[in-house]
């Protein structure tokens, strides 16, 4: 078989999954992280801070590993670019970590968020005006705003900081194919999208400042979420697979009760999230969403989507029951306990897969994956269990 | 009621034409291809503070 035929039959089978339908096979798609530098024998540093290096491991795993699909560099995050820019929020492995630790985020105190409480009307009124000028200044050490005079460094970092973006799109658009030609192996995702009360959690007011926000000052909250939207749909589209076959992902962090009460995912979180979602599939799009954490309170919810227009991923929720509630409406992928993967045995691992099969994946719709990104705590016998085992026994 | 957000803002320009003709008041030519190519070129500083905002 060429790698060509390899990659259209892996094609076929992780699509007919993604379209809830029953392929030849039950696909695997594990979303590896660290994992890939553990497994290439690089440190963590080397695969965050220099991306071919990253690169190279992902091909490696993909190449020794029977996988359908992969996520083209988990270790999404290239710190060589974030160091250029000088952003104050990430713990850099080798630099402000040891080497092998991945790399982590930052967040501050309450009352040092990188949005201030009284500036909401200033990202409403214009949220691109607002990054650019308020808080891009306020996150990297070398940025100025334009009430200062500008330096060096702030000439360096934007010049440095814009060129070194467009290399690293540039090169995962290099490594996807790579993926095809060299391994056979399909990536996994296209795109992002990320939810409006997120961001606002994530990169400006912080969990704190926005859970205070959502008590003292909801309607600002919402027309916050409603002003981030079209620039949020924008970028899901521009990253999107123009031929439509792999869904965009959506990461979801703190969205969910218990971050949140009900009545704030009712009333701002879905309403800021799902139009979008029901936009994109109009266009033919498919949103995985990674269901980071629990989100089973939220399940009905979910099932207001149209049939199809998503990809269910579960962490931490009851994959059993998601299946009950969503099984009939979307295909569902992970489940499979990454402390298992990290502490058990093989055997462990695959009686918990048979598990995940015989519960889930017996009328297709099932993708085998880890609940959350496989780190460098997996065991690569775990891992290989996984993959084995899956191909065993997930025939349909 | 919700807001039809994509008709919300101006997505993918950081500086809109409008704001831009200032700069030139007077085009002797073509303003379509003009606005045209100021908005494809505005599109990559747009993406790249929604990207470092989302990806970084």
């Given at each position: 078989m060429t790698q060509e035929e390899r990659y259209q039959a892996r094609l076929r089978r992780y699509t007919t999954a993604l379209r809830n339908g029953k392929p030849d096979m039950v696909p695997i798609r594990p979303f590896v992280a660290e994992f890939v530098a553990k497994y290439a024998g690089v440190s963590i540093q080397a695969a965050t801070h220099d991306y071919r290096v990253a690169f190279e491991a992902c091909l490696r795993c993909a190449g020794d590993f029977d996988w359908d699909a992969v996520v083209p560099?988990?270790?999404?995050?290239w710190t060589g670019l974030v160091q250029a820019i000088g952003l104050k929020y990430y713990g850099i492995p080798g630099l402000d970590l040891p080497e092998n630790v991945a790399f982590q985020y930052k967040e501050p105190p309450e009352e040092h968020a990188f949005m201030r409480p009284d500036e909401y009307d200033l990202l409403i009124a214009d949220p691109t005006d607002y990054l650019l000028n308020v808080w891009l200044p306020r996150v990297s050490n070398f940025i100025k705003p334009p009430s200062e005079k500008v330096t060096v460094e702030h000439n360096l970092a934007l010049l440095k900081g814009g060129m070194a973006m467009m290399e690293y799109f540039n090169a995962l658009g290099g490594l996807v194919q790579e993926l095809r030609t060299r391994c056979g192996t399909v990536a996994a995702i296209s795109g992002m999208l990320k939810a409006p009360l997120d961001i606002l959690a994530d990169k400006l007011r912080g969990y704190y400042g926005l859970v205070s926000d959502l008590h003292a000052r909801p309607e600002k909250v919402l027309a916050a979420c409603e002003a981030l939207m079209p620039h949020l749909f924008l970028i899901a589209l521009d990253g999107a697979d123009p031929t439509k076959n792999v869904p965009i992902a959506f990461w979801m962090h703190r969205g969910c009760v218990p971050f949140i009460n009900p009545e704030h995912f009712r009333k701002i979180y879905w309403p800021t999230v799902k139009p979008m979602v029901e936009e994109l599939w109009k266009r033919g799009h498919q949103v995985l969403f990674y269901a980071e954490g629990n989100w089973d309170y939220h399940l009905e919810a979910f099932r207001?989507?149209?049939?199809?227009s998503i990809v269910y991923h579960v962490d931490k929720g009851d994959i059993f029951r998601v299946h009950r509630v969503l099984g009939d409406r979307f295909c569902l992928s992970g489940g499979l306990p990454n402390d298992l993967l990290a502490l058990g045995t093989p055997e462990e691992v695959r009686a918990y897969c048979k598990k995940l099969i015989d519960g889930v994946a017996r009328d297709g719709g099932y993708i085998m994956d880890a609940g959350a990104i496989i780190q460098d705590d997996a065991k690569v016998e775990n891992v290989r269990a996984m993959t084995e085992f899956t191909r065993e026994y997930g025939q349909y | 009621m919700q807001k039809d957000f994509l008709v919300l803002g101006h997505p993918g320009v950081c500086m809109t034409w409008e704001e831009a003709k200032a700069y030139f008041p007077v085009v002797q030519g073509d303003e379509s291809l003009v606005r045209e190519i100021w908005e494809r070129i505005e599109y990559w500083p747009w993406l790249f503070i929604w990207h470092i905002l989302l990806s970084f």
């Open positions: 560099n988990m270790i999404y995050v207001e989507l149209p049939p199809g | -």
